[in-house]
DNA sequence: GCAAGGAGTTCAAACGTTTGAATAGGGCAT
DNA sequence: ATGCCCTATTCAAACGTTTGAACTCCTTGC
């Protein structure tokens, strides 16, 4: 009955009530150490008066005491690009049996969020933080702030290891490589590739692995056959981005019989342009995406792409966080780490032998 | 250089530094009332000190000294849904002009997840919550707790308005009854349904709106083309229930020319299932989602679905919670709200009119 | 000469915890 | 009796803020 004015129990709520004083209703609840020469009478009223009152210690007051937020901030570019998910999920489940919590944020692809969401973890105290990085990352220097705040920091997406932060990236070269060397195997040497957009820097490289990887195979690329994707201002909308590629292409009148696109989403937009025009994948035309995110995964045909193990790459890097966290506290420092992931072909059905006519593409 | 042991800067760092109180640091950095009679030479060396210094204020002083966190907990039942997404993007914006930020958490369809982050939603002395729940969330008590509590609270996609707690729903009834109402438009009699999993409390009123406008249209539904999908353990894996039930309703061997499935996710599976017998989408059969889920918008063909206003309920939803911790705040209650949120048909390319020559599906 | 008021700053208490040190009352061996 | 440990409990300070009240100078008006 005794609630305080913050309309929330406290200790002392529990321990007028019940007749203790605020240190021992502390003990008894947060057991500590002492709680074992607490006796157990005295224990169970406790216990039993916490519950009857609805008692949750309040974090704020203790995390100011205790010195630590037992929080691990998340920050997302986007949570609405399918791309970002898996690796929330991998760091939510490397992060379950530690008690560190996770603190999600998503940036939504604004560079003013980004910043703010960044300074807010330094006001709440992060005990380390986990970055989902694109574009809209262009060196904000509280990152540096962060840093400066001797804050664990592990980067998805982005090699930061030149500022001393540990870094964790999908090697594109390899996996541009890959999928070149996929379509190529299909027998398919009339190949469209689909760029990525300029500011990404996955693109750069991805590009690198696809021109190795042609010139390997003894395949020239045709660059009338080598669109660029826009700046993506809509996040997942690489969608429309495909769209429009693929009508483009088709508009060229250049024959081709396979399609690299940049990612899922666009090689998800360019089917639709190919369909748009009657063009049946993979039956007329192969195309392959990269990444393996869930629409097209569940798309038919299902989209053969170069997969990255986001859940892995997620889990990892949450085991980095802890375990600097952890020779933190023991006054050390760790390395700083940079991870290169291995991308894994997977063959679905949007891919398939150049048909034997070697059927043309229908053009205007 | 004064760094306490807690590393991070305090305002009595800054205030050693330039030699005023933590009083006055504090007023000039919280720019408080009383620091319009700070001078001016004052304040710009305070400033000027607390950037040096590299200060943010500690939130959980902060917060614990004003006896509110600023924070509104948003509890999603599962981040890897597509559908969730929509929801928590509109409830983000709709929290942006206020100064309260999300607390995002992730349930990942797990119970106990979802206890412990309700538990979390207390001691983190959240302002308001809102909750995205879906058949993991089985009346815990703890909301009521959370209800005790003072703390406004909304629920999306369940009706909790008899336990007092503000509710929002997409009309179900209506919605599954436009699905066959357009199917039936389309020509469509023979129209196989799948029903969504019993402990979904969206399958049951969505069922007697197909029903409804069976009947209304004269259609009887033949009971042999009516599948049940089974309790989802995976979340988002409404795709494999719609393979199998795809697969089922082929072996059957009973004829239909439509499929009705209760999400999107279903018809994704669905279509694929077709696509494994060679049933063309929408040539030889048409298939209707709901909810309008990205991986439904980017497929090809694009799924014609009956769309959930998502976006539009999460902004409605933090409208909803920022008003009620205004009106509790004057001291008064505002009412317990219902929102039934009204569908609207997206009609795309998995469905068409009935093919003149009434073919059959190819069965075993 | 003095009250009144304002500008500029500081005091000190409070928010709800945690925790090292202190206390009180044993019992038990010397 | 004294000293010592043991058990059960409490004191009081601290975490980093904020804020109502107080304090010290000044100026200004009467």
């Given at each position: 009955?005794?609630?305080?004015?913050?309309?929330?129990?406290?200790?002392?709520?529990?321990?007028?009530?019940?007749?203790?004083?605020?240190?021992?209703?502390?003990?008894?609840?947060s057991?500590?150490?002492?709680?074992?020469?607490?006796?157990s009478?005295?224990r169970?009223?406790?216990?039993?008066?916490?519950?009857?009152?609805?008692?949750?210690?309040?974090?704020?007051?203790?995390?100011?005491?205790?010195?630590?937020?037992?929080?691990?901030?998340?920050?997302?570019?986007?949570?609405s690009?399918?791309?970002?998910?898996?690796?929330v999920?991998g760091?939510?489940?490397?992060?379950?049996?530690?008690?560190?919590i996770?603190?999600?944020?998503?940036?939504?692809?604004?560079?003013k969020?980004?910043?703010?969401?960044?300074?807010m973890?330094?006001?709440?105290?992060?005990?380390?933080?986990?970055?989902?990085?694109?574009?809209?990352?262009?060196?904000t220097?509280?990152?540096?702030?962060?840093?400066?705040?001797?804050?664990?920091?592990?980067?998805?997406?982005?090699?930061?290891?030149?500022?001393?932060?540990?870094?964790?990236?999908?090697?594109?070269?390899?996996?541009?490589?890959?999928?070149?060397?996929?379509?190529?195997?299909l027998?398919?040497?009339k190949i469209?590739?689909?760029?990525?957009?300029?500011?990404?820097?996955?693109s750069?490289p991805r590009?690198n692995?696809?021109?190795?990887?042609?010139?390997?195979?003894?395949?020239?690329?045709?660059?009338?056959?080598?669109?660029?994707?826009?700046?993506?201002?809509?996040?997942?909308?690489?969608?429309?981005?495909?769209?429009?590629?693929?009508?483009?292409?088709l508009?060229?009148?250049?024959p081709?019989?396979?399609?690299?696109?940049?990612?899922d989403?666009?090689a998800?937009?360019?089917?639709?342009?190919?369909?748009?025009?009657?063009?049946r994948?993979?039956?007329?035309?192969?195309?392959?995406?990269?990444?393996?995110?869930?629409?097209?995964?569940?798309a038919?045909?299902?989209?053969?792409?170069?997969?990255?193990?986001?859940?892995?790459?997620?889990?990892?890097?949450?085991?980095?966080?802890?375990?600097?966290?952890?020779?933190?506290?023991?006054?050390?420092?760790?390395?700083?780490?940079?991870y290169?992931?291995?991308?894994?072909?997977?063959?679905r059905?949007?891919?398939?032998?150049?048909?034997?006519?070697?059927?043309?593409?229908?053009?205007a």
């Open positions: 009955m005794a609630q305080q004015k913050s309309g929330h129990v406290t200790l002392l709520d529990i321990a007028h009530a019940c007749g203790y004083s605020v240190s021992t209703v502390s003990i008894v609840l057991e500590a150490p002492l709680s074992k020469n607490v006796a009478t005295t169970e009223r406790i216990r039993k008066m916490a519950l009857q009152l609805g008692y949750h210690p309040d974090a704020y007051a203790r995390s100011l005491r205790r010195r630590h937020s037992q929080t691990i901030a998340v920050l997302a570019y986007d949570l690009d399918p791309f970002c998910i898996p690796l999920q760091i939510q489940s490397g992060l379950q049996p530690s008690n560190y996770p603190f999600l944020m998503d940036a939504q692809t604004r560079r969020l980004f910043d703010s969401y960044l300074m973890i330094l006001e709440r105290r992060a005990e380390a933080v986990i970055v989902i990085a694109s574009w809209i990352f262009e060196e220097n509280l990152l540096a702030d962060i840093e400066k705040n001797k804050v664990p920091i592990v980067i998805i997406g982005r090699d930061l290891t030149p500022m001393n932060i540990s870094s964790m990236l999908i090697d594109n070269q390899i996996g541009g490589g890959m999928a070149l060397t996929h379509l190529a195997k027998g398919h040497t469209a590739i689909i760029r990525g957009p300029e500011e990404l820097v996955d750069e590009w692995g696809v021109q190795h990887a042609a010139a390997e195979a003894g395949i020239v690329l045709d660059q009338r056959l080598v669109v660029q994707l826009p700046r993506l201002t809509d996040s997942a909308f690489g969608f429309e981005g495909g769209l429009r590629a693929a009508r483009q292409l508009e060229a009148g250049r081709f019989t396979a399609v690299l696109a940049f990612d989403m666009t998800l937009g360019v089917i639709r342009g190919l369909a748009e025009a009657g063009v994948v993979p039956e007329d035309c192969s195309v392959i995406g990269f990444d393996d995110v869930l629409p097209a995964r569940v038919t045909p299902g989209i053969t792409t170069v997969q990255q193990p986001l859940q892995e790459m997620g889990l990892l890097a949450s085991k980095w966080v802890l375990e600097e966290i952890g020779v933190r506290q023991a006054g050390n420092n760790g390395p700083i780490r940079l290169h992931a291995l991308p894994k072909l997977v063959a059905a949007s891919t398939g032998r150049i048909a034997r006519g070697g059927k043309k593409k229908s053009s």
